[in-house]
Structure formats: structure tokens, C-alpha cells
């Protein structure tokens, strides 16, 4: 007889697998919580000017994966519906704004703020999924979204000042990522096609920039220059290694990975970049790492009864 047609993994190359995936997924969430860094040394650079260049950047970097693995036909597949077409406008101008907003809040020292804007974002995803895609709300998850709701609250009534950073990241990748659920198109070649729609306006307003001589490219030295030209790396590496990572993980795990972004945030911005950290922040992050925990703890529970009953129905008919 011939070799099986499929071959099955031991369990300890299963487990090696995962641990790998686990690894690479975790330093996707790493790198982007790093990146605060990168657009600090840019901070002389104006984030509209750095958002257009990350958009062109992007869009070369991902053409040329897309090249070298050969994978074109699943752009064609994703350019060949007119729907996909409007859908993919739509997340190109959120990924502008949400970019636009994370650059011009680390250069405007509100790193602090973008980590509350990171950390509620699952919870808004909880909720654009109930009102849009009919997703039941289990009591847990809307008790945490009322710790999530209060925590804003707080920053309103005793900070004086609306939010609006946070909530505008949280909101746009919030929908961001509700659309991209609806079209479903690959990581990379979604990526591809938005940076190229984006790069329609972005690329001419580049070179506008650069025939008046008031560009960032070319007029502040070879570590600028090079700075600029990486931000199309700096946002798909983190991407590629998400989605290679991703395969082998359960969504409970990827869930808690996601903390590990604005947990750097939170850190640089009062470690590092010494923004002001007041006691209404201190009960505001307090009230949203209340509704994170009880979010993660039921996401995990939900998982493993999931779990139970389907291990129950497979015993049942065997």
C-alpha cells in the first residue's frame, strides 16, 4: 500500500507549531506597540505628510511580497467585484484617519490617550457586532462595555476634556475591521488595495509637497530619509507576522494578545515620555482593565463550554 494522502502531526510538533505561532504573533503585537518610538524620532514631520507616506510606502512594500510569494490572483479576486470596490474605498479612508489620528496624538504627546483608545477597541467591536451582524450580547460582555462606557465617562466629567483620540481610534478600527469581516479579503492583498486607492491622493500630495521644497523627504537628512522610506516595512512586517501567527492560534489567545499593544503604549507614555498620569486617569484605566478582564475571563469561559459541547456531540455519535 501507497503512503496515507494526509499526514498527521505529532502531538509534539503540533505543539511545537503553536508554540512558533504563538511567538511570531506575539512579536506582531509587540512591534506595534513599539511603534510610538518610530513616529516620536518623525515628530518633525507633519502627520498628514507621514500618514500619505505610509500609505505609499505600504502600497509598494505589500506589491512587492505580493510579487515574490505570487500572489496576484488574490488581488484580482478581491478587485473583481464592484461591491468589494466601494467597501475597500470605505477602509482605505478609516485606515487614513486612524493612522492620521495615532501619528498626530504620539507627536502631540497623547500616547497615553491612544492606549485607552486600544484597549476599549474590543469592546466596541463587541458592540458595532451586536447592532450591525445581529451578535448576541452575553451578560458578561455587557457588563464590561458598562465599565468601558463609565471609564469615558469619567474623563468627561472629571478631566474636563472629550476623549476624542481615543475614540476616534477605537471607533475607526472599530469599523474597520467590521467591513473587512462583511468583504473578507486577504490580510495582505486587503492591505494592497487600500494603501493603492489611499495612494491615489496621498502620492500627488507628496510630490506636491516636495516641489515647494516643504517636504519631509529630502530636506532633513539621511536618517529622516530613510525613516520615511521603512514605514511601509514598519506597518506590514508587524501585518505579515499577525497573519502568519494567527493560523495556529485560538481567537481566546489572540484576544489576550492584543493587550500587549497599548499595555506598550501605557508604558512608554508614562515610563518613558513622562505624559501626565492623574489620578481621573488612574480610576479611568482602572474602570477599563475592570471591563477587560471580565471581557477576557468570559471570553475564555464561553470558549472552553464551546469546547465541552463539542467534545460532548462527538462522543454522542460515535
Given at each position: 500500500m501507497g503512503q496515507p494522502s494526509s499526514v498527521v502531526e505529532s502531538p509534539v510538533h503540533e505543539a511545537k507549531t503553536s508554540m512558533s505561532s504563538l511567538v511570531v504573533a506575539f512579536s506582531s503585537f509587540l512591534m506595534w506597540g513599539l511603534l510610538p518610538i518610530y513616529w516620536k524620532q518623525?515628530?518633525?514631520?507633519?502627520?498628514?505628510?507621514?500618514?500619505?507616506?505610509?500609505?505609499?510606502?505600504?502600497?509598494?512594500?505589500?506589491?512587492?511580497?505580493?510579487?515574490?510569494?505570487?500572489?496576484?490572483?488574490?488581488?484580482?479576486?478581491?478587485?473583481?467585484?464592484?461591491?468589494?470596490l466601494l467597501w475597500l474605498m470605505l477602509t482605505s479612508a478609516l485606515l487614513a484617519v486612524n493612522w492620521w489620528t495615532f501619528i498626530w496624538a504620539v507627536n502631540n504627546n497623547y500616547v497615553l490617550e491612544s492606549s485607552l483608545g486600544y484597549y476599549i477597541n474590543p469592546l466596541v467591536n463587541v458592540v458595532l457586532g451586536y447592532v450591525f451582524l445581529r451578535d448576541s450580547l452575553r451578560r458578561f460582555q455587557v457588563v464590561a462595555v458598562l465599565f468601558a462606557v463609565a471609564g469615558v465617562l469619567n474623563m468627561v466629567v472629571n478631566y474636563g476634556r472629550f476623549p476624542w483620540i481615543a475614540l476616534v481610534l477605537a471607533i475607526t478600527f472599530g469599523f474597520y475591521g467590521l467591513v473587512r469581516?462583511?468583504?473578507?479579503?486577504?490580510?495582505?492583498?486587503?492591505?494592497?488595495?487600500?494603501?493603492?486607492?489611499?495612494?491615489?491622493?496621498?502620492?500627488?500630495?507628496?510630490?506636491?509637497?516636495?516641489?515647494?521644497?516643504?517636504?519631509?523627504?529630502?530636506?532633513?537628512?539621511?536618517?529622516?530619509?530613510?525613516?520615511?522610506?521603512?514605514?511601509?516595512?514598519?506597518?506590514?512586517?508587524?501585518?505579515?507576522?499577525?497573519?502568519?501567527?494567527?493560523?495556529?492560534?485560538?481567537?481566546?489567545?489572540?484576544?489576550?494578545?492584543?493587550?500587549t499593544a497599548p499595555t506598550c503604549f501605557f508604558l512608554l507614555a508614562t515610563f518613558v515620555y513622562g505624559e501626565p498620569f492623574t489620578w481621573v486617569h488612574g480610576v479611568t484605566f482602572a474602570l477599563i482593565w475592570t471591563g477587560i478582564g471580565i471581557f477576557t475571563l468570559e471570553g475564555v469561559r464561553h470558549s472552553r463550554r464551546n469546547k465541552a459541547t463539542a467534545s460532548s456531540s462527538g462522543q454522542d455519535q460515535k
Open positions: 518623525l515628530g518633525h514631520v507633519s502627520s498628514l505628510e507621514l500618514m500619505c507616506h505610509r500609505m505609499v510606502w505600504s502600497a509598494l512594500f505589500t506589491g512587492v511580497i505580493l510579487t515574490l510569494t505570487r500572489r496576484w490572483s488574490e488581488v484580482r479576486a478581491v478587485l473583481a467585484s464592484r461591491a468589494s469581516k462583511v468583504i473578507r479579503p486577504g490580510p495582505l492583498p486587503g492591505l494592497f488595495a487600500e494603501t493603492c486607492m489611499a495612494s491615489l491622493l496621498a502620492g500627488p500630495y507628496i510630490l506636491w509637497l516636495g516641489s515647494q521644497g516643504a517636504g519631509g523627504l529630502g530636506n532633513h537628512g539621511a536618517y529622516t530619509d530613510l525613516l520615511i522610506l521603512l514605514t511601509g516595512a514598519a506597518t506590514s512586517i508587524p501585518l505579515l507576522c499577525f497573519a502568519f501567527g494567527a493560523r495556529r492560534l485560538r481567537l481566546v489567545t489572540l484576544g489576550v494578545l492584543q493587550y
